[in-house]
């Protein structure tokens, strides 16, 4: 069965980083796409960007190129997303997920989410 | 990017009513459509991809089709547990745009 497990929820400053964890297990790592979803309070879910990890490249949505990082780690079954120059508006829960394949974008596995705050 | 527009945003309905929700994309996404159902505080589920095709292990009752930039969401019978928000979502290129959403209410 295909875990998805995240880390704890953060709460920073306005300016600050933050680095989010997702652990997978149950499947083969490397030949899936794993991407980041947010969703703000009362929003949309917002795909942020993804990696298969057998590539080692990530993809990113234009709107947070430059703030945020995506990598992983195979040793681990690791995934993780950092952003950086925190704001207010980056408040929301950040979910990984797991594709059907490695360029298949719809989503079958997900995370429990992890609330970051954003908050002086 | 592509943009994706549901309807309605919310619908009320009742246990036994069949209902459609709808998603348009702002250009021709052919078949790459997901629908997901999100329960609150909880992530999202996924119900159908590629349009039309039913993700294992759920319900018959949840149907799909559609191809182009026009897409429905069918759920016939509803159950007390189909009370939810609903979301599609572009899988044809990145940025991978989901819908606002659609809240189905009792």
């Known amino acids: 069965q295909v875990q998805l497990v995240q880390s704890g929820a953060e709460v920073k400053k306005p300016g600050s980083s933050v680095k989010v964890s997702c652990k997978a297990s149950g499947d083969t790592f490397s030949s899936y796409v794993f991407t980041w979803v947010r969703q703000g309070p009362g929003q949309r879910l917002e795909w942020m960007g993804g990696i298969v990890p057998a590539f080692g490249t990530a993809d990113y949505a234009q709107k947070y190129q430059g703030r945020v990082t995506i990598n992983a780690d195979d040793s681990t079954g690791t995934v993780y997303l950092q952003l950086r120059s925190l704001r207010p508006e980056d ?10 394949g490695a360029t ?3 989503f079958d596995y997900w995370g429990q989410g992890t609330l970051v705050t954003v908050s002086s | 990017d592509i943009q994706m527009t549901q ?3 919310s619908v009320s309905a009742s246990v036994g009513d069949s209902v459609t929700i709808t ?4 250009q021709d996404i052919r078949s790459w459509l ?5 329960k609150p505080g909880k992530a999202p589920k996924l119900l159908i991809y590629a349009a039309s095709t039913l993700q294992s292990g759920v319900p018959s009752r949840f149907s ?3 191809s182009g930039t026009d897409f429905t969401l069918t759920i016939s019978s509803l159950q007390p547990e189909d009370f939810a928000t609903y979301y599609c979502q572009q899988a044809n290129s990145f940025p991978y745009i989901f819908g606002q959403g659609t809240k189905l209410e009792i």
């Open chain 2, 64 to 66: 799909g089709s559609g």
């Open chain 2, 7 to 9: 309807s309605p945003s």
């Open chain 1, 104 to 106: 298949l974008y719809y």
């Open chain 2, 23 to 26: 998603c348009r994309a702002s």
């Open chain 2, 34 to 38: 997901a629908w997901y159902q999100q």
């Open chain 1, 91 to 100: 408040t929301a829960v950040y979910y990984c997920t797991r594709g059907l």
